[in-house]
């Protein structure tokens, strides 16, 4: 099972470099539909854990054959989208929907480009492909950055407010590490004990600087997910019966949001700072991942149809 935002096409929305636990392959994510189908009420059961509520929005860009959203501020949401061009990222803000493209992956057949954060003024992060190769990049209204430690492989994640750019790298003997970019220069980082190669992914920042990700643990050669505090401490953490958890977002009241496997089923979940989990399923959705969660507790992420189609959604807590 694949779960895909760190993530191999059926890759999701975003080129994120990891995922399952023993996987080397390389995976992306998926902008709008109608902003028209709204599910209310409870959400599916998950034995053991507390159960978020939520008032979903489901969407997918028009003509697209994926969609996901990936990053959200509280003016604005971005992802990326599956056409028969290839991948697209995109960003929603004030009903106007705009297509971005790396100009550097747009050569045929590797069009391929994944906007997986977006901040409060507006700029950009996420990941695009030349060939094979994947790359972060930072985007401030149009002028594309390459965030790229190792000139290897890399893969950007979020941003905050501060324009700080989180991701992952790879350098030449393929060892992932974290990194943080700010102004030209990077922050690199691994959770203590991590598994060469498959190592630490980055994924989430807030405006503090505090980082969520995931990393293979050389002890049990499990995923875990981990929190990195802005002083650089570091703290692991574990859905309650998971088999592999994964962080993907934080906000700046440490709310974190992520996606889990469990008894083969991909759900996301929302946690209090790595200690309180609640489970978060988009109803009738085989799979479901959150990616992002901003200031007033809005989440973002894809889900996956019975027909096996992805879309993206946005969920406002129902409270």
Known sequence: MDIKRTSGKRVSARQRDSFIA???QTTIRKPWKSLATVVFGLLLS????TQAQYNFTTFDVPNATATSVNGNSTNAIAGDFD????????????????????????????????VNGINAPGQLAGTYSVGSTNHAFFDNNGNFIKLDPANVKSQGGFINAKGQVVGTYRDSSQYRHGFIWLNGNF?????????????????GINDIGAVVGDYVAASDGNRHGFLRSSKGDFKT????????????????AGAIVGAYIADGTIHGFVSNNG??????????????????????????GEYVDSTDVQHGFIGVPSH
């Open 83 to 114: 056409d028969a061009a290839g991948l697209h990222g995109f960003v929603l803000s004030k009903g106007t929907f705009t297509k971005i493209d790396v100009p550097d992956a747009l050569d045929p057949g590797v069009f391929a480009t994944s």
């Open 46 to 49: 998950v034995p053991g854990l």
């Open 237 to 252: 953490f574990d859905v309650p019966g998971a088999d592999i958890t994964i962080g993907e977002g934080i906000n700046n």
């Open 275 to 300: 200690v309180v989990f609640t489970t978060v399923d988009v109803p009738d959705s085989k799979e479901t991942q959150i990616f992002s969660i901003n200031a007033i507790g809005e989440i973002v």
């Open 187 to 203: 922050t690199t980082f691994n959770v203590p004990g991590d598994a060469r190669p498959l190592g630490t992914v980055a994924f």
């Open 22 to 24: 023993q996987s080397n």
